[in-house]
């Protein structure tokens, strides 16, 4: 409570040979052009940074994150970041707001709720994001746990 906590993620979506690509995102999977499949495979690696911040007795916590994702396909990498707030709720669940996106994008927001099934140690959390985008607008649900020791 009243402090900082500091964070580091790391990962990789592996992209199957043979199959009409979805590349996996942090905001959801995201078609590959003129539905190409991809001849071998591919891990498309990420991490990101991230800082909390509590206020108030824990009633407000703010997280930020920066980072960076690797698109092996396209040989490329790009930046990501995001802004969120979760605040205190009723029997252990904190509602939650989330915007975030890769440079260079229009960003992706979500809302949700995050429950505590054991406090302070296992979190289950569930939003519903959208993203204006071209071609077509995103939409997703997400359902995640977490971990804290």
Not at 14 to 26: C, F, N, S, Y
Not at 49 to 78: P, W
Not at 88 to 108: D, M, N, Q
């Given at each position: 409570?009243?402090?900082w906590?500091?964070?580091?993620?790391?990962?990789?979506?592996?992209?199957?040979?043979?199959?009409?690509?979805?590349?996996?995102?942090?905001?959801?999977?995201?078609?590959?052009?003129?539905?190409?499949?991809?001849?071998?495979?591919?891990?498309n690696?990420?991490?990101?940074?991230?800082?909390?911040?509590?206020?108030?007795?824990g009633?407000?916590?703010?997280?930020?994150?920066?980072?960076?994702?690797?698109?092996?396909?396209?040989?490329?990498?790009?930046?990501?970041?995001?802004?969120?707030?979760?605040m205190?709720?009723?029997?252990?669940?904190?509602?939650?707001?989330?915007?975030y996106?890769?440079?260079?994008?229009?960003?992706?927001?979500?809302?949700?709720?995050?429950?505590?099934?054991?406090?302070?140690?296992?979190?289950?959390?569930?939003?519903?994001?959208?993203?204006?985008?071209?071609?077509?607008?995103?939409?997703?649900?997400?359902?995640?746990?977490?971990?804290?020791w």
């Amino acid at each position: 409570e009243d402090g900082w906590g500091f964070a580091l993620t790391v990962g990789a979506g592996r992209l199957k040979p043979g199959v009409a690509e979805d590349v996996p995102t942090q905001i959801g999977p995201a078609d590959a052009p003129d539905g190409l499949s991809s001849s071998q495979s591919r891990v498309n690696p990420f991490f990101n940074l991230i800082a909390s911040l509590s206020l108030a007795g824990g009633q407000f916590v703010f997280h930020g994150n920066a980072g960076m994702a690797r698109d092996t396909r396209e040989d490329f990498s790009q930046r990501t970041w995001g802004l969120g707030v979760e605040m205190f709720g009723l029997w252990r669940a904190y509602p939650i707001a989330e915007i975030y996106g890769f440079s260079g994008e229009k960003p992706g927001t979500q809302v949700g709720v995050r429950w505590w099934a054991i406090p302070n140690r296992w979190q289950i959390d569930g939003t519903l994001g959208w993203q204006s985008a071209d071609p077509q607008n995103r939409r997703w649900v997400s359902v995640g746990v977490r971990l804290l020791w």
